[in-house]
Every structure is written in C-alpha cells, then in structure tokens.
Nanobody, 118 residues
Framework: QVQLVESGGGLVQPGGSLRLSCAAS????????FGWYRQAPGKQREFVAS???????KDADSVKGRFTISRDNAKNTVYLQMNSLKPEDTTVYYC????????????WGQGTQVTVSS
C-alpha cells in the first residue's frame, strides 16, 4: 500500500531551522508532483511549496526566501528545508503526492508537528 511518511518536525526557537522529510513507498516516485501543505487549528489546509518531477518549484508568498523544497529521486524522498522560522509557522505539515498522469490517486501523509516558540 502507498505510504507517505513525514518526519523531522519538532520544537525550535524563532529564527531556527528544521528540515522535514517525506519518504514515499510503493509509489512511482517520478510521475508525481510533491507538495508540502500546512493546516493550523480551525483553518483550511494551506499550500506551502511544491516540486514537479522535472524539478520545477513553487512557493507560497508566506515562505518565499525562507523555505526550500527539494527531492531526491534515488531515495524516493522529498524535503522541506525551513529557515528563519517564525511563530506563525507553527502547525502540522503534510506531504502530498499529486500524479502527473490523469486519473491516478492523490496521496497524503499523516503530518508532522512543527512548533516555533521561545
């Protein structure tokens, strides 16, 4: 069964850094656009960043210049490097896999908690 497993979340001070990982299994990694989303309590899930199979990236305005998404095709893993973290970045972060081939299923990970606090 397809799995997306996020890791790397935790507690950091404002201005600190974290690197989130999303490990994909039982999935044709190279035909998916991978994205990171976050969802604060009581709010809708918010787009953070994405990367296509060809390496094209998109970033939300709220994280431009601070977060960098990347992928390692050999390891079937997607990363989100988060620098200059702010308290407002605190929430659960989710990995998403959107197929580039039509009519295939979209997958979500279970989420990893990021807390930015002094």
């Amino acid at each position: 069964q397809v799995q997306l497993v996020e890791s790397g979340g935790g507690l950091v001070q404002p201005g600190g850094s974290l690197r989130l990982s999303c490990a994909a299994s039982k999935l044709n990694f190279n035909i998916y656009v991978f994205g990171w989303y976050r969802q604060a309590p009581g709010k809708q899930r918010e787009f953070v960043a994405s990367i296509s199979s060809s390496g094209t990236t998109k970033d939300a305005d709220s994280v431009k210049g601070r977060f960098t998404i990347s992928r390692d095709n050999a390891k079937n893993t997607v990363y989100l490097q988060m620098n200059s973290l702010k308290p407002e970045d605190t929430t659960v972060y989710y990995c998403n896999a959107l197929p580039e081939i039509p009519d295939l299923q979209t997958y979500w990970g279970q989420g990893t908690q990021v807390t930015v606090s002094s």
